[in-house]
Every structure is written in C-alpha cells, then in structure tokens.
C-alpha cells in the first residue's frame, strides 16, 4: 500500500469501517511512514478539538436585547454614516454567529458517526487469552469494564481504539476503563504491557497502582510487580508519570521506577552507572536524603542532564544549588542564563535550560495547541 492509498482510506480507517486486512496495512503503513502518520495525526487532533467544542452556543438574553435595540436604531435613523457602521457590524455578528452554530452542528453529527468505537479489538499472538467471561483464541472485543488476563504461555495485543495497539505480555492483567475518543484508558494491575501510540499527547492513559502513565505521543514498556510497583521504559517520544501532585517527564532511552505510596522516582538514562542508580533509589525511595543525592550528583555524566533536571525542582535551598552546579559543570549553561535566575524559577530561563537540554517542546506538538 502506498501513501496515496493509505491517505485515501484514513477517513474510513478513523470510521471504523475498514475490513481487518486493509486496516492492518494502513496501520503497517503508518507505522514506518512519517508523512502518513502526520496526516493520521492531523485527523485524530481535528476530531478531539471537535468533541471539545461547547454542545451548543445559546445566545444570552442581553445578545438578543442588544439586537433588537440596534435594529430599532437602524430603522430609525437609516441614513446616518455611523449608524450605517454599525449595521454592518451587526451583519457581520450574525453571520458569524450562524457560522458557529453550523460549525458545532457539523461537528456534532461527524462525531456523532465516528464515536461508535465503544470497544477495541484484540488479538491472540499466543495461546489463549481470558476477556470478561469468555476465552479469545483468535479475535475478540474488549469492552469498557472488562477484564483482559494472559497466563503464564498466552500473548495478546490490544487495539488502542484508532490511535495505536498495546501488546499484553504473559501473567498480565488488565481492564478497559474508558474508550472514548478523548479518553483511551486502562489500568494495569500486574504484568507487562507494550504501546504503540500515534496520537496527539494526552489521549492514551495507563493507571497502575502506583502511578499514572500519560501517553505524550510514543512507544514504552511498563511492568507492574505484585507488590503494585512499576517500571517504565521509554523506546521512543514521551511519557509522563504522575502521581499526587509529583509528576516525571520520561523521554525516549531512559527509564523511570513508581512505588505504592511514592508515586514516580527520577527518570535516569538505563546505561547510568550502578552506583547512580542505586543512590537514586535510596534518595526517591528509601528516604536517601542529601547524602544519596550527593552521591547521585558526583556519578553522574553529562547524557545524565535529564536526572538532574527532574532533581532541581524536587530540592530547595542549598541542596538546589548543589544540584545547578552539578548540572552546570557538566552541560554549560545556555546563553543569557544565569545561576541566580535559574535558581529563583525565572521563567524564560527556565524555557532556556529546556530547549538547551532538548526536553523542548516536539513541533507537532504546536499543531495540537493551536
Ligand atoms: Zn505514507
């Protein structure tokens, strides 16, 4: 399939409509071509601005009063200039009202067609799968509220909705909380799941019992303990983790552990030295302290920049500057920045120090904020 077949079927593929195998090389297509992708991307960021839009625009008393005070006006004095501008201020008012309204119809019918995916499909690539009461050996639905489980030989991959696939690994479980087009949600009680996602941020959500992964448009693997503790490694793009407040940015190459009761520790790259790690654990989880933390700091290497990153705003006072320094020495500061600026959360500064880190924005991300 090539990227004019593909582009001519992304509106049916988001209808859901397509048979298996066509949506399957549309999917493949997608996978490894870029523009494609920006195209899928550009539907899906439509289509959830779309549902954002107000249900209905109803029209203020004061708007309709107003009106008709200028409608008596204009009748009664119909030959002055000024008024002669208002009127057509008027006009303009109005048909950009019913522009609006037609719009938020238009809207509210394509969703309307297109929000019939309340369940996802999954798939066995090995042995067999428990979904809600049944047993899948093949295909199967996933369906808000059930419970998909693999066992100790079985593998299964789930399809994201339209926006990716998530493939469940064995021992896992899991259960589809929300399918909606702004809300793709499950929570991962135990196991191990990898996802594909290639949607605008903030559409795909994991709840594990310690944290929540939200999908900033990537691919990662999480694997959640029997004791609800998690691991998330990021292979490309972003996730963020958050939990009561705490959140950690993790991007492509690094690694980031949850705990019950913590929520998210420090993303660090997986290549980090032993001593690095270990230090980090104890100061996220085990109550380190600063001499954990000096520890960290004097292990750490320049690739380690996101660490020390996430650090400077967990820390205050002396402990901040420690950790700035450590940051400076290893990645000079951009230009225009300075310590005390830095230190004290100046914001253009801060937006230096991230641009200069690439923990910047991704440009399609700028067509989502649009
Ligand atoms: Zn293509």
């Not at 292990?299 to 450590?326: C, K, P």
Request: hydrophobic letters at 40%; a negative charge; glycine letters at 8%.
């Amino acid at each position: 399939m090539n990227c004019n077949d593909v582009q001519q079927l992304l509106s049916e593929y988001l209808d859901g409509n397509l048979p298996t195998q066509q949506r399957e090389a549309v999917l493949a297509h997608i996978a490894q071509c870029q523009t494609c992708n920006a195209e899928l991307r550009k539907y899906q960021a439509l289509l959830v601005q779309t549902t954002r839009l107000p249900k209905a625009i109803t029209p203020s008393r004061d708007l309709w009063n107003g009106i008709a005070n200028r409608i008596d006006q204009t009748e009664q004095m119909q030959h002055s200039n000024i008024i002669h501008r208002e009127s057509k201020t008027f006009w303009r008012n109005r048909v950009l009202a019913i522009a609006a309204t037609v719009l938020v119809m238009v809207g509210t019918f394509w969703i309307a067609t297109r929000s019939s995916v309340d369940a996802w499909n999954v798939a066995s690539l090995s042995g067999s799968i428990s979904v809600g009461s049944s047993q899948v050996t093949s295909e199967g639905k996933l369906r808000v509220g059930e419970v998909l489980q693999t066992d100790a030989t079985s593998r299964a991959r789930v399809e994201v909705g339209l926006i990716g696939h998530v493939d469940v690994e064995p021992n896992s479980r899991l259960r589809l909380i929300d399918a909606s087009l702004t809300d793709h949600r499950l929570t991962l009680d135990r196991g191990t799941i990898q996802a594909t996602i290639w949607a605008p941020p903030r559409l795909f959500f994991v709840e594990t019992p310690s944290a929540l992964a939200v999908d900033l448009g990537c691919a990662y693997t999480l694997h959640v303990d029997s004791a609800g503790s998690s691991t998330l490694e990021v292979t490309s793009g972003w996730v963020a983790l958050e939990f009561g407040g705490r959140e950690s940015i993790v991007p492509a190459g690094n690694v980031c552990a949850t705990r019950p009761g913590f929520g998210p520790g420090t993303p660090h790259r997986e290549d980090a030295s032993g001593t690095f790690k270990h230090a980090l654990t104890t100061y996220d989880f085990e109550g380190g302290g600063a001499d954990a933390l000096h520890t960290v700091l004097a292990n750490s290497r320049n690739m380690d920049s996101i660490t020390l990153w996430h650090l400077l705003f967990r820390e205050t006072g002396e402990q901040r500057a420690a950790v700035y320094d450590r940051l400076a020495e290893l990645v000079p500061a951009p230009e225009g920045v300075t310590r005390e600026g830095t230190l004290s959360g100046d914001r253009e500064m801060i937006k230096a120090w991230q641009k200069h880190l690439n923990l910047g924005v991704k440009p399609w991300w700028k067509f989502w904020q649009m």
